[in-house]
């Protein structure tokens, strides 16, 4: 059982390049989340879909878009990059919001030079 | 919005003390608050959580108390041990926007020395 798996595990990027980072769960959890995870900072919620065809902003969503076609992938993109997009971006999934432990990838490490 | 202070930033015992780490959230009315467990390189992974009907919650050697009045909640690790060592988060929920939303604390470094 492979959880939650994010693609690519490392990126690289020059300031305004575009790019996509794909989240994948088969653990058919209704409920999907982006976060990122800056030093001192913890986790900051970026933008979470409450089901397929569904998104909605979190915390820090500018520069940012996400789209959930089908129920077991979320994609978070990024239009043109900018430097203070450097950060570790962490996809979590959940069965629902209540009492429910949401359950984390290993993250995609992404410089923007 | 919620926010959550979470302290202190870096902790460092020796093998067989106990750890303490400590979070204050703003505003809640909902009814579960995990602790997370991230390993270098890995994704946050639930260690244990607590409902605020609840003082204490105990699952090994792992311990929540939970202060409703005092809008505080904190992790004791007991015994600590070296593959203890690792970053903590906590996390109040709220309701933003059309679901709960957790905001996380900003993380201890736990460093468990042998």
């Known amino acids: 059982n492979a959880g939650v798996t994010q693609t690519p595990k490392f990126r690289v990027l020059k300031t305004g390049q575009s790019m996509t980072l794909l989240c994948a769960q088969d653990?058919?959890?209704?409920?999907m989340y982006w976060y990122r995870q800056d030093p001192g900072m913890g986790l900051r919620l970026i933008h979470y879909?409450?089901?397929?065809?569904?998104?909605a902003k979190g915390e820090v969503p500018d520069g940012y878009n996400v789209s959930r076609l089908k129920k077991q992938n979320f994609l978070l993109g990024l239009e043109s990059a900018a430097p203070s997009q450097t950060s570790v971006y962490f996809c979590?999934?959940?069965?629902?919001?209540?009492?429910?432990?949401?359950?984390f990838g290993d993250g995609t490490r992404l410089s923007i030079l | 919005q919620q926010q959550v202070k979470q302290s202190p930033q870096s902790l460092i015992v020796q093998k067989g003390g106990i750890s303490i780490i400590n979070c204050a959230y703003e505003?809640?009315?909902?009814?579960?608050f995990p602790w997370y467990q991230q390993f270098p390189g890995k994704g946050p992974a639930l260690l244990i959580a607590i409902r605020p009907d609840v003082s204490e919650k105990k699952e090994g050697r792992f311990t929540i108390s939970f202060n409703k009045s005092a809008k505080q909640f904190s992790l004791h690790i007991m015994d600590s041990q070296p593959g203890d060592s690792a970053t903590y988060f906590c996390a109040a929920p709220w309701l933003g926007g059309s679901a709960r939303q957790l905001t996380f604390g900003s993380g201890t470094q736990l460093t468990v020395l042998p």
């Open positions: 653990m058919n959890h209704e409920y």
């Open positions: 505003n809640t009315a909902f009814d579960y």
């Open positions: 879909s409450v089901g397929e065809g569904t998104t």
């Open positions: 979590a999934s959940s069965y629902g919001d209540r009492n429910q432990p949401q359950h």
